[in-house]
């Protein structure tokens, strides 16, 4: 099966190229690990930003 990590970076790289015009920091760019105390560093660094957390959730198949 697909892994979340891997869904949810591609839907970052994917994203970012739809905000072609905006400047865009993603937490991670490739598939590295980033524990919540440096994500929480990290986002700390731009004040006057937007954060987006990407995350997917899994069930049983044929719920919607």
């Known amino acids: 099966g697909q892994k979340e990590k891997d869904l949810t970076l591609d839907m970052a790289h994917r994203i970012r190229g739809e905000l072609g015009g905006f400047r865009t920091i993603l937490m991670r760019s490739n ?3 980033v524990d919540l105390d440096d994500r929480v560093a990290r ?5 006057d930003a ?3 957390s990407i995350h997917f959730n899994s069930g049983p198949s044929g719920i919607r």
């Open 50 to 52: 937007i954060l987006v």
């Open 31 to 33: 598939d590295e690990f």
């Open 43 to 47: 986002a700390n660094r731009y004040g």
